[in-house]
């Protein structure tokens, strides 16, 4: 209780808040700069052991591994193409050359049934990385567009025309994200509290949690604590507004039960934050774990997820039991107009649309449950009908790219593999080996001659498969198996499909690693909250039911609705991280509740007690989760979607049916032994029956 009062003293109110102002002073301004430590190379997205890792380390003796090919195709329907439109091409690539980090400039190639031509340019990355790829596409589409012979079309495509467009898409995405989060959280707080103003002091907590996030991660960035890539910043916003709105939740409505017991608001506020604190802190703790388990990935991009998102949850966390406080206790009672809780005035929610859910429940709990759970368990099914091979590029945006477009001709008038080269590096001395092994290779064309240096040889191929292709995957195994029988070689196969494949290997190791870690790590807090072993058991149980009825109704979705090709290797993962992570939050939002008022009043009062107290804050906080991480749904690509869908689909699904309905039901049921073996399974309880007979007294 003492500690509950630091933040709410008549004079420590005004310590903190200025404690918050210096923080957000000297580190919010920071955040801006997230974009010049970000590491968005190769490298740092490849899983370190893999064998395409090493090739493309051994590559960079041979080749610029910062250069990306960038193709430019013209075409005439169904047409040759003319001398003029080989001017025009030969024109555009001498203009290419002079496009900002643009290396070397392939001459003009005319393809053998002559209905297209091909320009292929290296993009050079340097110190601006990928964020200077989508402005050069632009300038690359501008002058292939430009002029030309009538009936002439381009199209600006391969590796670079493909990062450029996810580029562009990316490209001031977390200003929109930001934007459109915001409105959805107010609009959710205006129909939550009623009032006009108290959503006002949430919001602006969560943008001062972003913003001294954000400059801390940007510190451990620049000094190489932690690494930072493109897709860090946008799910930092999305986790941090949805994690620690749910936490101003969860501690404003604790406070304004109590504002109707205590004529103090100082007191109140001690009070609402001694009982919801515990729950509070509990929830950051076990988001903020579940998310340094992904310290365990093999994918080096999945693993630098982990402690960025902590920071954010940890930071989210500590303004919600700090900040929010002191504002909410500085601003006294008038925040909730127009219906201010007055000391003595009635509790609502004793009679509210959740205390007629519990009475209800109370009826047949059992049946509840095993209906429920059966019902949860039938959806889950659905999932190992999902799809996770990967996505090719053509198929990861949900509208069709100029480059997507650029494929297509490429595809149909010149090797399909084209700027997409497999490698393969071995000792110098099995140089000449390796080049004959990939000549002889079905489905491998124009195989370049062995390049030895610093004892390594290297040697590259076109394939005739798309390189996102389940074809090309199916080579790149095929040659791994082969290049064994070059004794001594020391062979290993690279390049973007053997890099594709690898990753799609490593998604699924960190899948079966990450999961039952984080499911340890979920009980392990759950029974030191509750001090229980069933309760925190039956509570994962639901949990894992929960995520596979989320799974398989969104796989269902993508396949029958969207029309999507499939999904991403690492999406099961990062759903199940976020679902799990965050969706416990109403586990112990509940849970903890009911085990309170268990101690006073039995656990199956105790349940109905808890549900009718926690089912609104609940409901508003499944609602502001599912609705930032919904936001993700404007940006137009395939795998972002599928994730926003799942996750805001699973943590309604939570909000309404898993923590609202199963565990109510289950606590009916089970009753005093949900809280085996602590003092509280041997306290009396009433029986079933017993509360049946009370419940037309609460109704009336």
């Excluded at 009982?275 to 999945?302: D, F, K, N, Q, Y």
């Excluded at 091979?389 to 949900?398: E, I, P, V």
């Excluded at 404007?634 to 996750?647: H, K, Q, Y």
């Amino acid at each position: 209780m003492k500690l509950a009062r630091v933040p709410t003293g008549r004079w420590a109110k005004w310590i903190v808040l200025v404690v918050w102002i210096a923080l957000f002073m000297g580190l919010g301004g920071l955040g801006g700069k997230l974009t010049e430590v970000q590491k968005n190379e190769a490298t740092e997205w490849l899983p370190t052991s893999a064998e395409s890792t090493r090739v493309f380390k051994d590559s960079e003796n041979f080749v610029d591994t910062d250069s990306i090919p960038t193709l430019v195709v013209y075409h005439r329907d169904g047409q040759p193409v003319t001398a003029a439109d080989q001017a025009k091409a030969e024109a555009d690539a001498a203009k290419f050359q002079g496009i900002t980090s643009v290396g070397k400039v392939a001459p003009v190639v005319r393809s053998q049934d002559g209905l297209a031509l091909m320009v292929v340019a290296d993009f050079v990355l340097g110190d601006k990385g990928w964020d200077a790829l989508g402005p050069a596409i632009k300038d690359f589409r501008a002058i292939a567009h430009n002029g030309g012979p009538p009936g002439l079309k381009a199209h600006v495509t391969g590796p670079g025309g493909y990062s450029g467009d996810f580029g562009l898409v990316f490209g001031g995405f977390d200003t929109t994200l930001l934007y459109i989060t915001a409105a959805i959280v107010i609009v959710i707080l205006l129909l939550t509290y009623r009032s006009p103003i108290l959503w006002i002091l949430p919001l602006l907590c969560v943008g001062v949690a972003l913003a001294v996030a954000e400059g801390i991660v940007y510190l451990l960035a620049k000094n190489d604590v932690l690494t930072v890539n493109g897709q860090s910043s946008f799910i930092l916003i999305v986790l941090v507004f949805g994690a620690a709105t749910d936490y101003a939740l969860l501690l404003i409505a604790r406070y304004r039960e109590e504002l109707r017991r205590h004529e103090d608001r100082h007191e109140a506020m001690a009070v609402a934050l001694h009982r919801a604190g515990p729950a509070i802190i509990a929830s950051g703790a076990t988001v903020s774990l579940a998310m340094m388990c992904l310290l365990l990935a093999e994918l080096a991009s999945t693993r630098s997820l982990g402690p960025v998102m902590a920071v954010g949850v940890v930071f989210g966390l500590l303004a919600m039991v700090t900040l929010l406080p002191a504002l909410l206790v500085i601003c006294g009672r008038w925040l909730f107009w127009p219906v201010k809780p007055h000391a003595g005035s009635d509790e609502p929610a004793e009679r509210g649309f959740w205390s007629r859910v519990g009475m209800v429940v109370a009826r047949r709990p059992r049946a509840v449950w095993t209906g429920t759970a059966v019902a949860l368990g039938l959806l889950s099914v659905a999932l190992f009908g999902l799809d996770t091979g990967g996505l090719q590029n053509h198929d990861a945006f949900r509208d069709k790219p100029d480059s997507a477009i650029g494929e297509e001709v490429q595809n149909k008038h010149f090797p399909a593999g084209s700027g997409n080269p497999i490698q393969i590096t071995g000792r110098d001395t099995a140089g000449p080996r390796i080049q004959a092994l990939l000549a002889a290779t079905p489905g491998v064309l124009d195989v370049k001659p062995p390049v030895t240096k610093n004892g390594i040889a290297y040697v590259e191929g076109t394939l005739s498969h798309p390189a996102d292709s389940d074809a090309a995957f199916a080579l790149v195994k095929d040659l791994r198996t082969r290049v064994d029988s070059i004794e001594g070689g020391d062979v290993r196969v690279g390049g973007s499909s053997a890099v594709v494949l690898d990753i799609t290997d490593a998604s699924r190791h960190d899948t079966n690693l990450v999961v039952p870690v984080v499911l340890l790590v979920v009980l392990l807090i759950l029974g030191a909250l509750l001090r229980s072993v069933v309760a925190p058991i039956l509570l994962v149980v639901t949990v894992i039911l929960s995520f596979g009825a989320a799974l398989g109704f969104s796989a269902l979705m993508f396949e029958h609705v969207f029309g999507f090709e499939g999904a991403d290797p690492s999406y099961p993962l990062w759903v199940f991280v976020f679902l799990v992570a965050l969706g416990v939050d109403y586990n112990i939002f509940l849970m903890t509740r009911v085990h309170e008022e268990a101690a006073r009043h039995g656990t199956r009062r105790g349940a109905l007690i808890g549900l009718a107290a926690t089912g609104g804050v609940i409901t508003s906080a499944g609602a502001v989760l599912a609705g930032t991480f919904g936001a993700l749904g404007s940006l137009p690509l395939v795998f972002i979607t599928e994730m926003g869908f799942a996750v805001a689909f699973g943590v309604l699904l939570d909000t309404f049916i898993v923590r609202s309905v199963l565990v109510t039901a289950l606590n009916l049921d089970i009753g005093g032994r949900m809280w085996w073996p602590s003092r509280l399974a041997g306290e009396p309880d009433v029986p079933l029956a017993e509360l049946r007979d009370e419940l037309p007294e609460r109704v009336s």
